[in-house]
């Protein structure tokens, strides 16, 4: 990157999420965020309350995975894992924005709670929402590993790598034999 001046100009933005997985509904809001900011921070919420069934880490992977192809069409786009407050984490990325994805008016009361909460913590960072795109707005992370926990088809709502890594893990928990393959294919 340029001289520290350069940076400073640059419009950072943050996606936070969980990402447990990374679904097409989360990749939509990724690609549209990555043109609207001139850096992309897709932040990984460690977020241990919410039981997630993948670690951290191996979220971090899959959205590295996920995110590729952004890269390859020169998006700057960074996956970082984060356990702090967001409005610091944002501060420490450089941060001016934090984009938030919007699926349906259910959404929103929480979206707007938090918002209105990080505006008040600093009110230099702005959060935008954009909303899902008309074939995702019903696409939940939460909804997806439920599907595949009951081996039914989740190929409409994540990738093939994706999909395999919830087979697996699935898998693993009925104590069945799974080969770790979204780990080893990143």
Do not use: C, W
């Amino acid at each position: 990157m340029g001289s520290e001046a350069e940076t400073a100009k640059l419009r950072v933005g943050v996606y936070p999420g969980t990402f447990d997985p990374i679904t097409m509904g989360h990749m939509d809001i990724i690609r549209r965020a990555a043109a609207l900011v001139d850096r992309l921070v897709v932040a990984v919420a460690g977020n241990e309350a919410k039981s997630p069934l993948f670690s951290a880490e191996e979220r971090v992977v899959m959205v590295e995975a996920e995110i590729a192809p952004l890269r390859a069409e020169g998006r700057e786009v960074e996956v970082r894992a984060f356990d702090n407050l967001l409005i610091h984490f944002a501060r420490q990325s450089g941060a001016t924005v934090l984009i938030r994805g919007l699926r349906a008016v259910s959404d929103f009361e929480y979206e707007f709670q938090m918002a209105t909460m990080n505006a008040r913590l600093d009110p230099d960072i702005e959060t935008v929402f954009l909303s899902a795109s008309e074939n995702q707005q019903l696409v939940a992370s939460r909804l997806v590993k439920e599907i595949a926990r009951l081996d039914g088809d989740v190929s409409g709502f994540v990738s093939p790598r994706v999909a395999e890594a919830l087979m697996d893990r699935f898998a693993k928990l009925r104590g069945e034999e799974a080969p770790e393959r979204h780990l080893r294919e990143v």
